[in-house]
C-alpha cells in the first residue's frame, strides 16, 4: 500500500535534489529514506531557504513519487549520502503551510504547529497529503484495488 510522506529540509537542498531527481533526508542517513519505499509519495517542507539560515520559506516546494531503492552517492570527499530516486512533479507550486494549518489533521495544535516537523520525515494520511498535493496543483493518484 502506497505511503505518504512529509519530508523537512532547506529549501537549497530541496532545490538540488528536485534538480538530480533524488530525495535525501536526515543529513543523508539510511534510515529515514529506508523508511520509503517505490511508489510511495513525498512533499518537501522548508522552513528556511538555507540550512538554519536565510529567509524564511514555511511552505511545501516539491513533491513526486519515489521510483528507486537506497542507493548511497558520493555528493563530496567523505560525504556519500544515501538517497532514493524521486520523480518530481514539475509543474508543482509552492504552497504557503499557514493557510493549511485548519485543514492538516497531522497538526492537532495550531499554535504549535511546526512541532510535528522536527521530526525530519514523517508519514502523513492520503488525506492531509491531498490537502498539500492540491494547494500545489498536483493530484495524488487514487489508490488502486480500493472500492
Known amino acids: ?12 537542498h530541496v532545490a538540488k535534489g528536485v534538480a538530480e531527481g533524488f ?3 536526515g543529513h543523508g542517513k539510511q534510515a529515514p529514506v529506508q523508511r520509503l519505499s517505490i511508489g510511495d ?3 518537501y517542507y522548508a522552513p528556511r531557504e538555507g ?23 558520493q555528493q563530496a570527499p567523505g560525504f556519500c549520502p544515501y538517497r532514493r530516486d ?13 493557510p493549511l494549518l485548519p485543514r492538516l489533521k497531522f497538526i492537532p495544535d495550531q499554535t ?3 512541532m510535528p516537523f522536527r521530526r525530519g520525515v514523517f508519514a502523513v494520511s492520503r488525506d492531509d497529503f491531498a490537502v ?9 493518484p487514487a489508490e488502486v484495488g480500493l472500492l
Open 86 to 98: 524521486v520523480a518530481y512533479v514539475a509543474t508543482a507550486r509552492p504552497a504557503p503551510i499557514r
Open 132 to 140: 498539500i498535493a492540491g494547494a500545489m496543483g498536483v493530484s495524488v
Open 112 to 114: 504549535h504547529w511546526g
Open 23 to 25: 530525495a535525501q533526508l
Open 1 to 12: 500500500m502506497r505511503k505518504y510522506w512529509i519530508g523537512v529540509a532547506a529549501g537549497t
Open 51 to 73: 540550512l538554519g539560515e536565510g529567509a524564511p520559506v514555511q511552505a511545501f516546494v516539491a513533491i513526486g513519487e519515489v521510483t528507486s531503492l537506497v542507493y548511497q552517492a
Open 41 to 43: 509519495w513525498i512533499a
